[in-house]
């Protein structure tokens, strides 16, 4: 069964510096999402991302973080000067189609010292 | 901004019991999925719904879109030990893609 792949699993920075956090989506799928989950905390949107373009960002998507289709298969997401507070886990999802079934991948743990 | 009022917060139960949860919200929704999360993983969904008053099936799980499509329902039948874990309900409006979450349901399951 096709799956959502994301490397690294795990990530330990130092603050100040830039993560690039890479995902491999499902091949068919067309719409890329990317989420966080502080600690023992609910899942957030971050981004979604079709066609090249963000679709919508949160507030916590401030200029800090880009996202990018580098080669038409991998979406990364890059935190360009992290801070104590993105320490999270980091999920990559795609869909089919904008509306229906979203599917996770497992996850990269950030973790910034 | 947009909250997903999400119940009960834990549940401890015996092997074999059924198990109800629920997911609640001021705003309409147009898609319900729910996802169940083990430690460390990323959320794997177990069912989507689209229409209002729909019910679902997926094995031992069924969930249904609420009809003023402001709620839905998980209820897991004959629960066993690898239903541990925690269970999201997540809604969606369809012109953005972006996913809601609830503050999840963690579910333990004595044998």
């Known amino acids: 069964e096709p799956e959502v792949t994301q490397t690294p699993s795990h990530q330990v920075t130092q603050m100040g510096q830039e993560v690039i956090l890479r995902c491999v989506p499902i091949?068919?799928?067309?719409?890329f999402y990317w989420y966080r989950q502080i600690l023992g905390q609910k899942v957030e949107f971050l981004v979604s991302f079709y066609n090249n373009e963000i679709s919508e960002k949160s507030e916590i998507f401030d200029d800090q973080f880009s996202v990018e289709r580098p080669d038409g298969s991998n979406f990364t997401l890059k935190i360009r000067s992290t801070k104590l507070e993105d320490s999270a886990m980091y999920f990559c999802?795609?869909?089919?189609?904008?509306?229906?079934?979203?599917?996770f991948g497992p996850g990269t743990r950030l973790t910034v010292t | 901004g947009q909250q997903l009022n999400q119940s009960p917060q834990s549940m401890f139960i015996q092997e074999g019991e059924d198990v109800s949860m629920n997911c609640t919200s001021s705003s309409i929704f147009n898609t319900w999925l729910w996802y169940k999360q083990d430690p460390g993983e990323g959320p794997v969904l177990l069912i989507a719904?689209?229409?209002?008053?729909e019910l679902t099936s997926n094995g031992r799980l069924t969930a249904q879109f609420g009809i003023t499509r402001k709620d839905s329902f998980l209820n897991i039948s004959a629960s066993i030990p690898s239903d541990v874990g925690i269970y999201f309900c997540?809604?969606?409006?369809?012109?953005?893609?972006?996913?809601?979450f609830g503050q999840g349901t963690t579910l333990q399951v004595k044998p």
């Open positions: 997540a809604g969606q409006k369809s012109n953005t893609g972006k996913l809601i």
């Open positions: 719904l689209y229409k209002a008053g």
């Open positions: 091949s068919n799928h067309l719409y």
């Open positions: 999802a795609t869909g089919d189609r904008r509306g229906y079934e979203q599917y």
